[in-house]
T-cell receptor, first 113, second 115 residues
């Protein structure tokens, strides 16, 4: 089975500042990696995913994440956040052995003016 | 294209009762997955249905069951409700491509409160 650890439960950040959300995973098999975002009172939305190829993946709204196999990490970054980025962010993994999506505990990002 | 819809959005039940939640996937999607979200356990995978068959299953007791209809709509049933079943239940639909590479689209969830 796979497991995901999100190292920060809460991340307060000022508008236009950079943010990094840390995610580490544990798996005995190869994995696909995902970041989902949950805005208040809404369902989850896929932000970006790593399946194969370039280890740096980007989303349409300025987020990027880098897959680091040796460190088993998939940290999410954004160079300049907006108030609208206030949300809960979930890192998730699918293992090649069971294809079940396993989520981390989530990181709440609060962007302040 | 309409998104994933879940009904009802809110539900209050008492211990021992049973409950049925419904999920309508995006048109053309054949896979529906269910998740339980609680403050203590986070997001946990319940099961996945594809073409009316359970294709994958998480580690939940048999009180949690589901089914999928020929139009891909899915229902989840929880029998003999316990206080710990209070949670947000999310369903997600996808094309159901093998290997887990396709994107899952989540509904807004059903908030179940067990008193």
């Amino acid at each position: 089975a796979q497991s995901v650890t999100q190292l920060d439960s809460q991340v307060p950040v000022f508008e236009e500042a950079p943010v990094e959300l840390r995610c580490n995973y544990s798996s005995s098999v190869s994995v696909y990696l995902f970041w989902y975002v949950q805005y208040p009172n809404q369902g989850l939305q896929l932000l970006l995913k790593y399946l194969s190829g370039s280890t740096l993946v980007e989303s349409i709204n300025g987020f990027e994440a880098e897959f680091n196999k040796s460190q088993t990490s998939f940290h999410l970054r954004k160079p300049s956040v907006h108030i609208s980025d206030t949300a809960e962010y979930f890192c998730a993994v699918i293992g090649f052995n069971d294809y079940k999506l396993s989520f981390g505990a989530g990181t709440t990002v609060t962007v302040r003016a | 294209k309409a998104g994933v819809t879940q009904t009802p959005r809110y539900l209050i039940k008492t211990r021992g009762q049973q409950v049925t939640l419904s999920c309508s996937p995006i048109s053309g999607h054949r896979s529906v997955s269910w998740y339980q979200q609680t403050p203590g356990q986070g997001l946990q995978f319940l099961f996945e249905y594809f073409s009316e068959t359970q294709r994958n299953k998480g580690n939940f007791p048999g009180r949690f069951s589901g089914r999928q209809f020929s139009n891909s709509r899915s229902e989840m049933n929880v029998s003999t409700l316990e206080l710990g079943d209070s949670a947000l239940y999310l369903c997600a639909s996808s094309l159901g491509l093998p290997g887990g590479t396709d994107t899952q689209y989540f509904g807004p969830g059903t908030r179940l409160t067990v008193l």
